[in-house]
């Protein structure tokens, strides 16, 4: 088979295939046998129909079209693989194809879009900024106040003190219908109520704010359109809801002290330098786990933003159909459906849709980035490292699987994702880094929802899958792609992560 490779315009070539009469004739005398035995051909046994006999009742074209075919479908993945081409959509064979004819060569021709071959910006480093790896007595002090406040208590303010609109207070409430009937739900002489909860309407909360301990007063809302937890009973029986109430006192939140028996009685440390340590240990670990993320999130999204010229539309539609595909399956992992995660998350279909395409056109981008890089410093794939890749996977005939993916077209993925992977790698150790405090990482251009889609719902051991560089070969699709499909989320909030661990 002889292959010949000509560009045309918008990232597509047309591939011209010849495969040479012996290969054509081998096929035909094998065609004429199979269907000498697929078919009842009368007077003649189970194979030994000749070839007239076979043309005379199938038709004359039924062999040559059933051989090209075959031919075509073949012999073209192995041109396109051999020509080493990236397609990005399914091939268009030319309309006027004709038929293989005994004692001639086959040639035929198709067109395919393929991945661009687009540049970066520069080569240089990118710079990026890391929390630092390290754990910090600021680190661990902020650490131990979140832990605080989880463990709070009220105490009475100054008697003078206003009500604010976050105000917590003990309350006094007397309430009745439109037809001055008792309110028991609501009756209490005594009730420790924060403001803002949406226990009672926003309106309720509003004529509170600015009394003081003490102070009296009365006043009607009416029962809302939406409900709360307190006006929910009532919907369809009293249109508005009459108060009485009274302020006890104000209250102000009181954090414990970290003494030694706080430590020990609330929290089961053995005293203060106890809990330090178990929470540097714990820092460290997340940071551990995190920080790679971290670093190669922002090196390839600084990379991304260096690519010259555009993705092609079809490489983003596919890397949103993969990006669907891995969301939907780890739904069903955890049992969750699509409106629950919707609910869950606060966003609509619409939004959803949107934020898959946005993040496919961002990993899109980062690929084409890490091609070029892979490019530029001759990050060549040899066999003996798609052979490897194979190996790697685990699978029982390594061999065997190659060969099935080389039958396919399919090894240029292969390739493709391991040259990938050494450009990520390259990429992050190149990486100049400045290491930042806790909480203060710089304002980058946020991704926008990096994440809506399957990560969110991604369980701790698939994120740190999700976080490898490395591509193992799978039985199914060994190193498909190097670039690693995680959610983007935004680098400062990664890094108040890193910093904020538990």
Known sequence: METKVEALQDNRVKVTVTVDAKDIDARIKKTYKDFAHKYNFPGFRAGKAPRPI?????GAAAVPAAVTDDVVNETYPLAIDGSNLY?????????????VEAGKPFEYSLEVEVKPELELSSYEPVEIEMPAEGVS?????????QLREHYYDYEDAAAATKV????YLDLSIKATDDAGEDIASMNTPSRLYGLGTGLFPAEFDAELVGMKKGQKKEFSIDVPAEPTVMTQPLMGK??????????????NKA????TDEWAKDTLGFEDVADLRNRVAESIAEQKADVLPRIKENQCLSQLADRLQGEAPEAMCEEAETSLLQDFFQQL????????????QQGIKPDQFKDDVKAQAADMTKQDLALDAWARHFGMEVTDEDVAEEFVKSGVEDPKKLQEEWRKNGQLHMVKNGIARTRAAQDVMEKAVV????PGKASDEKKKPAKKAAAKKTAKKDEAKADAAAEPEATEKKPAKKAAPKKAKKDEAAEAEKAADAE
């Open 164 to 167: 604010k609109e976050d105000s």
């Open 434 to 437: 400045t290491e930042i405090e």
């Open 255 to 258: 954090l414990p002290e970290v």
């Open 332 to 343: 069903q992992r955890q049992g969750m459906s699509f409106d629950a995660y919707l609910a």
């Open 54 to 58: 076979i043309d005379n009742a199938l």
């Open 87 to 99: 397609p990005v959509a399914k091939p268009a064979f030319d309309e006027n194809m004709g038929l």
């Open 137 to 145: 007595d600021a680190e661990i002090d902020d650490q131990i106040d």
């Open 238 to 251: 009293t249109t508005k809801i009459n108060f009485e109430v009274e302020v006890v006192s104000v209250k």
